[in-house]
Nanobody
Framework: VQLQASGGGLVQAGGSLRLSCAASEGTFSRYVMAWFRQAPGKEREFVGAISWSGDRTSYADSVKGRFTISRDNAKNMVYLQMSSLKPEDTAVYYC???????????????????????WGQGTQVTVSS
């Protein structure tokens, strides 16, 4: 599975951006998909995840209420709508796929980096103050 993230850029604080992630192949509709981010000098951290069907989501507390993750299984796409952006949201954003064909949703499990086998190349988001 190859993942291609796009949509990053430079935005002022309070602005919005929409990230996209395209999956190249596979049974996309059975994958848990997630977004992570990594700021300079920091560990890669969980942002949000969405279940295979799109009916369940989970978010990091730092983005809850500002970011929304969604997916379109017909197009093999996952999205991250980011609003009310803050300078501390500046990071490289990565999409990731868990291809283990889970059948039970777990928010805790979905936030762990080790659960994801495939990663996109990352897209830079810079929020200016």
């Amino acid at each position: 599975v190859q993942l291609q993230a796009s949509g990053g850029g430079l935005v002022q604080a309070g602005g919005s951006l929409r990230l996209s992630c395209a999956a190249s192949e596979g049974t996309f509709s059975r994958y848990v998909m997630a977004w992570f981010r990594q700021a300079p000098g920091k560990e890669r951290e969980f942002v949000g995840a969405i279940s295979w069907s799109g009916d369940r989501t989970s978010y990091a507390d730092s983005v809850k209420g500002r970011f929304t993750i969604s997916r379109d299984n017909a197009k093999n796409m996952v999205y991250l709508q980011m609003s009310s952006l803050k300078p501390e949201d500046t990071a490289v954003y990565y999409c990731a796929a868990d291809t283990s064909f889970r059948t039970v949703w777990s928010s805790g499990r979905s936030s762990r980096r080790a659960e994801y086998e495939y990663w996109g190349q990352g897209t830079q988001v810079t929020v200016s103050s």
